[in-house]
């Protein structure tokens, strides 16, 4: 973090219909993300389930189903382990990056005046 602190803020009045519209988006996909959370706690068990019966098979077939298992393997550079063991080299490479985050919140004014 490069430790600012200080931010520069812009009025936005006139905006108001977009950044409703925009809230009123937000909204909405916070609640299909949290129905998408909760279908995946029912996906869960279930697949899990069919994981078990087929133990060692790739491939399990029945009318109108297939499903596959199959092994294989994944590359994954491990940052950590290069930082503990050779942590000149990590530090040469490592980099810091800016960057802004968005986010927008209703607040209630109710009708104050800002004197930005």
């Given at each position: 973090m490069?430790?600012?602190?200080?931010?520069?803020?812009?009025?936005?009045?006139?905006?108001?219909?977009?950044?409703?519209?925009?809230c009123?988006?937000?909204?909405?996909?916070?609640?299909?993300?949290?129905?998408?959370?909760?279908?995946?706690?029912?996906?869960?068990?279930?697949?899990?389930?069919?994981?078990?019966?087929?133990?060692?098979?790739?491939?399990?077939?029945?009318?109108?189903?297939?499903?596959?298992?199959?092994?294989?393997?994944?590359?994954?550079?491990?940052?950590?382990?290069?930082?503990?063991?050779?942590?000149?080299?990590?530090?040469?490479?490592?980099?810091?990056?800016?960057?802004?985050?968005?986010?927008?919140?209703?607040?209630?004014?109710?009708?104050?005046?800002?004197?930005?």
């Amino acid at each position: 973090m490069n430790g600012v602190t200080d931010y520069d803020v812009l009025d936005l009045a006139g905006q108001e219909e977009n950044l409703d519209r925009l809230c009123d988006i937000n909204d909405r996909i916070s609640k299909m993300e949290k129905e998408v959370k909760r279908l995946k706690k029912v996906k869960e068990p279930l697949e899990k389930g069919i994981k078990s019966m087929l133990e060692n098979a790739d491939i399990g077939i029945t009318v109108g189903y297939q499903v596959d298992y199959k092994r294989g393997t994944t590359h994954r550079f491990n940052s950590e382990k290069l930082k503990e063991e050779k942590p000149d080299i990590f530090e040469r490479y490592y980099e810091e990056r800016p960057l802004r985050r968005f986010s927008i919140k209703r607040i209630e004014t109710a009708g104050e005046e800002f004197d930005f």
